[in-house]
C-alpha cells in the first residue's frame, strides 16, 4: 500500500462565502458524512488534518493508503464530487513508522 | 445517513440560521459581514462534520463557531484600522463575558426579534424588506427568493443590496429598546403575511401555489411566537397561516386544477396545523380582537368545519360584520358578501357586488367579476354571469384560477336555461 496525502481547497473563484442554500449544505454534509464512512470502512483512511482557521483557503487534508496513484487520484475526484474542493493529490515520500512511500 | 437524518439536519441549520444571523450582528455591527459569517460558520460545519462527526448540540457548535469568527473579524478588522472602539461603540459591553447581550438563550431571542425588525424596518420598501427577511431570518438564498417570487435572480439581489444600503446609510441601529421592537411588530406581521399570501396565492404563473414561500411565512410566524410569547396578534398570524396551509394539499387537483373548498378531500386536510392554528388561536384570544384575529377566526370556521355543508356561515358572516367594522376594505365586503350568499342566497348579495364591481380598488381585479359571475349563476342570470366570467378572464393572470373560471363559464353556458 501507498500513502498520499489529499489536500481539499476552495476551488478558485469561490474565495467569498457566497451563499449556501441550507437544504444544499444539509445535503452536502451528509454526503461527505456517508462519504468518509465509506473511506474509514475500507480502511483508506489513515489520518485527517484541519485548519485552525474555518476561513482558511486549504479546508481539509487526508492521508489515505491505497494501492496506487490511479488509486489516490480515484478517491481525489471521488472527495472532489461530495465537497466541491479542488484536490491536490500528493504522494507520501516518507513514514514516521519507517514504512516506504514512494 | 438517510433521508431523515437529511431533513432533521436541514431543520436544524434553518432553526440556527437566524440566530447564527443575529449573534454575528451583534459583535460585528454590520448587516453584511453577518451574514458572511453565518456563511462561513456552516462552510465549517460542512468541512469538519464529516469528518470530526456531528457535534451531539450542533446548534451550540455552529453558536461557538459563529461567536468567534464574528469576534475575530471585528478584531482583525480593529487592528487594521487601529481604532477597535471608533468601530462598534457596543464592543466593550461585548467583551464582558457573562454580561454580554446575546450570549444567553434569552439574549439571543432578543437579537432574533431584533434582527427581524430591522429587516422590517419602516423605512425599507415592502420588497426591500421581503427580500432581505426572507434572506436573514429565513435563510433563503438569492436564486431561492428569485424562484418563490419568479423574478430574476439580478432582481432579489438588487433589493437586498439596497436594503443593506439603505440600512447603513441611515445607521439604524441593530440595538434598540423593547418599545421599538413592539412598535415595530405591526410591519414585521405584515412582511410575514405579504410573503404567505403571496406564496399562497400568486398573482401570475401556471401553478395556484408556491409553497416554499407560504410555508416559509408559516416559519416566520412559529417564530416571531417564540420570540414574543406574550404578544397576542404574531399568534393570531400563526392561526390564520397554520389554518390556510393545513389545505394546502387539498387545493389543488393531480393536474393543478384549482378545487375550491366544496371540492376539496378534507381528509388531505393537514390535521397537525389545525391543530395548531386552533391552539394559536387560544393564544390570540387573550388581546383584542383585531383583523389578524378575526381572520384567524374565519379560517378556523372553514378549517374545523367537518364537511362544506356543514360550515357555520352564520358565525363567518358575523366575523366578517366585525371585521368589516374595524377594517372597511373592498376585499372584505367582498368576502363578506359571499358569506351573505351562503347564508340568505345569491340574489341578496348581488346588489353589494354590484357596487363592489364599480370600486376603483377592485378595478384591476379579477376576483369580484369571478364571484358576481358565480352568483348570478346560481341565481339563473345566464347571460350575466356569461358577462361576468368574460371580464374576470380578462384581468386573471393565474393560469391555474384562469383554467378553472374558463371552465366554471363552460358550465355556465351549457346549463339549461
Known amino acids: ?102 | 445517513m438517510s433521508r431523515p437524518e437529511e431533513a432533521a439536519l436541514t431543520a436544524a441549520f434553518r432553526a440556527e440560521w437566524p440566530r447564527l444571523i443575529a449573534v454575528a450582528l451583534r459583535i460585528t455591527g454590520d448587516l453584511q459581514a453577518a451574514e458572511d459569517v453565518a456563511q462561513e460558520t456552516l462552510f465549517a460545519a460542512f468541512d469538519r462534520w464529516p469528518l470530526q462527526g456531528i457535534p451531539d448540540r450542533p446548534g451550540a457548535w455552529l453558536m461557538t463557531v459563529c461567536r468567534n469568527r464574528a469576534r475575530n473579524l471585528v478584531r482583525d478588522a480593529s487592528r487594521a484600522q487601529e481604532r477597535l472602539a471608533s468601530l462598534r461603540p457596543l464592543l466593550d459591553g461585548q467583551t464582558s463575558p457573562g454580561t454580554a447581550p446575546g450570549t444567553n438563550a434569552a439574549g439571543i431571542a432578543d437579537d432574533q426579534l431584533r434582527l427581524i425588525a430591522m429587516c422590517c424596518h419602516p423605512l425599507l420598501a415592502t420588497d426591500g424588506q421581503v427580500a432581505l427577511t426572507l434572506r436573514m431570518v429565513a435563510g433563503l438564498t438569492t436564486q431561492e427568493i428569485a424562484r418563490g417570487f419568479n423574478l430574476p435572480a439580478a432582481t432579489v439581489a438588487q433589493r437586498i443590496v439596497r436594503a443593506k444600503r439603505m440600512l447603513t446609510q441611515h445607521r439604524i441601529a441593530f440595538v434598540t429598546d423593547d418599545a421599538d421592537i413592539r412598535a415595530r411588530l405591526a410591519s414585521v406581521l405584515d412582511v410575514i403575511y405579504l410573503i404567505f399570501n403571496e406564496g399562497y396565492l400568486p398573482a401570475e404563473g401556471e401553478s395556484l401555489t408556491r409553497g416554499d414561500l407560504a410555508f416559509e411565512a408559516g416559519r416566520l410566524a412559529c417564530l416571531l411566537t417564540s420570540l414574543v410569547p406574550a404578544e397576542p396578534d404574531p399568534w393570531a398570524l400563526r392561526a390564520l397561516l397554520s389554518f390556510q396551509l393545513s389545505r394546502q394539499a387539498a387545493r389543488t387537483a393531480p393536474d393543478g386544477a384549482l378545487l375550491t373548498l366544496d371540492a376539496q378531500d378534507r381528509s388531505q386536510w393537514n390535521q397537525e396545523l389545525i391543530a395548531d392554528g386552533i391552539r394559536s388561536l387560544e393564544r390570540a384570544r387573550g388581546g383584542p380582537r383585531g383583523p389578524l384575529l378575526l381572520q384567524a377566526e374565519l379560517a378556523a370556521c372553514h378549517a374545523t368545519a367537518p364537511s362544506f355543508a356543514a360550515t357555520d356561515w352564520a358565525a363567518i358572516l358575523a366575523l366578517y360584520d366585525e371585521l368589516l367594522a374595524i377594517q372597511d376594505t373592498p376585499v372584505v365586503a367582498l368576502n363578506r358578501a359571499v358569506a351573505v350568499a351562503m347564508t340568505a342566497g345569491p340574489a341578496a348579495a348581488l346588489p353589494a357586488l354590484d357596487e363592489l364591481a364599480g370600486h376603483p380598488a377592485l378595478a384591476s381585479s379579477h376576483r369580484v367579476w369571478a364571484v358576481r359571475a358565480e352568483l348570478h349563476r346560481r341565481a339563473g342570470h345566464t347571460a350575466a354571469a356569461l358577462a361576468d366570467y368574460d371580464r374576470a378572464l380578462d384581468l386573471v393572470s393565474n393560469q391555474a384560477e384562469r383554467h378553472y373560471l374558463a371552465q366554471a363559464r363552460r358550465q355556465a353556458e351549457e346549463a339549461p336555461a
Not at chain 1, 2 to 30: I, N, Q
Not at chain 1, 35 to 62: I, K, T, V, Y
Not at chain 1, 73 to 80: F, K, P, Q, S, V
Open chain 1, 1 to 102: 500500500m501507498m500513502r498520499f496525502l489529499l489536500a481539499g481547497t476552495r476551488p478558485p473563484g469561490s474565495g467569498e462565502p457566497g451563499e449556501l442554500a441550507l437544504a444544499a449544505a444539509a445535503h452536502r454534509v451528509v454526503a461527505a458524512t456517508a462519504w468518509h464512512s465509506w473511506l474509514r470502512r475500507w480502511g483508506l483512511l489513515l489520518s485527517f488534518g484541519l485548519p485552525r482557521d474555518p476561513a482558511a483557503e486549504l479546508r481539509a487534508c487526508l492521508i489515505v493508503a491505497v494501492n496506487d496513484e490511479q488509486a489516490a487520484d480515484r478517491l481525489a475526484a471521488g472527495w472532489g464530487a461530495v465537497s466541491g474542493y479542488r484536490v491536490v493529490v500528493l504522494p507520501l515520500t516518507g513514514g514516521s513508522s519507517g514504512e516506504t512511500g514512494r
